[in-house]
């Protein structure tokens, strides 16, 4: 069977595996605080533009998340999020059972607004009994989004100016950031993230690490004593080199952007060769996520020989399907799974 429905079904570029081999004997201290974990927190926070952040490298996406929004809001406060944000649907209420309460807002694309965020502030401070009801400490976003968008640094710089007036603390899932980053259409940056953001984090465990991901922290407020939360929270690991390690391979020779071109260029393809079969796709995506609109007796057939996700139910006899694209995807198999459907959709 050939895999797309995840970006992270290989193990790790060769280029972190030859680092982790050639240093796999070396003696160092341990959770972080050895020379390459800060190295390559020096190298995030010159790219980054942010000479101020402190940088964490965390196992996983789900402890990033989990750590930094519990640092970040108090008992009575609840998230913000997209009804499609990672933290509301895929991450198995590990918001909610650390005692914050996700409040969702409808998505478009993904995507949430500025006005959407004020508008829900606005209902809670406006309402006379506010203090009986979780009140907004934050807005959780994910750059790109669940269904491959984006936003632009102008929608980004929006939801800034109204978590500053009501507020909020800001703060980006960047678990495919790379993917983001690498899109023809993006018009953000990591200087710009760094800018508008309290806290984000880089992915690394979706574009080309073995796990891993590194959380930048702007805000100073979320800076004090997140080590001991990020302990609490399981997110420190006793040999936690091997986290600085991959994020020092990915960001050398430029290899973090030009592997996430690369999964971004093989998905536009396949994009573009099904909408010039006449293949309709739920919404527009420049980045490594796309989700076409496929006959069922299509999706049937190409199961026999491709895993991907199926999204959601389109009608009676369409389902949505998501084709993900990754650092280490084949351009042959590309090329077949393009040369199949096209097939199936003429034949159809």
């Known amino acids: 069977m050939i895999r797309f429905d995840s970006d992270y079904t290989e193990g790790a570029h060769p280029s972190i595996l030859r680092l982790l081999s050639d240093t796999n004997m070396e003696q160092t201290c341990g959770y972080g605080e050895d020379d390459y974990c800060l190295r390559a927190a020096d190298r995030l926070k010159e790219l980054c533009h942010a000479p101020d952040a402190d940088v964490h490298f965390i196992t996983g996406g789900t402890q990033t998340n989990l750590a930094l929004i519990t640092a970040a809001l108090r008992p009575h406060q609840g998230v913000i999020s997209a ?9 198995s209420g590990a918001i909610e059972a650390s005692g914050h309460k996700i409040l969702t807002l409808p998505n478009t694309d993904g995507k949430i607004s500025a006005r959407q965020i004020a508008e829900m502030c606005e209902a809670h401070y406006d309402d006379e009994t506010r203090e009986h009801m979780v009140q907004p400490g934050l807005v959780y976003l994910s750059q790109p989004t669940e269904l491959g968008t984006l936003y632009s640094a102008r ?9 500053g007036r009501f507020g909020l603390f800001l703060y980006i899932d960047g678990a495919r950031c790379g993917y983001g980053l690498a899109a023809e259409s993006a018009d953000f940056s990591l200087p710009l993230l760094a800018e508008l953001c309290d806290a984000f984090y880089i992915g690394g465990t979706k574009v080309g690490a073995l796990f891993g991901e590194a959380l930048l922290i702007l805000h100073p407020a979320l800076q004090r004593d997140f080590r001991y939360i990020l302990k609490q929270r399981v997110g420190r690991l006793a040999k936690g080199r091997l986290l600085g390690l991959q994020f020092l391979a990915l960001f050398t020779d430029d290899l973090y ?14 994009r573009d060769a099904l909408s010039a079969c006449g293949c309709p796709m739920l919404l527009h995506s420049d980045t490594n996520q796309q989700f076409p609109v496929l006959p069922d007796d299509v999706c049937e057939k190409l199961s026999e020989k491709y895993v991907f996700s199926h999204w959601q139910r389109f009608d009676d006899t369409h389902s949505v399907v998501r084709f993900c694209t990754g650092w280490a995807t084949k351009e042959e198999n590309v090329d077949m799974l393009i040369r199949d459907i096209t097939a199936l959709l003429k034949n159809g």
Do not use: F, M, P, Y
Request: aromatic share 0%; charged share 30%; glycine share 4%.
């Open 155 to 163: 929608e980004l710089a929006d939801i800034r100016s109204t978590c």
């Open 83 to 91: 009804d499609t944000g990672h933290i509301a649907v895929h991450e």
């Open 257 to 270: 952007l030009r592997i996430s071109q690369h999964a971004d260029r093989l998905a536009c393809r396949i």
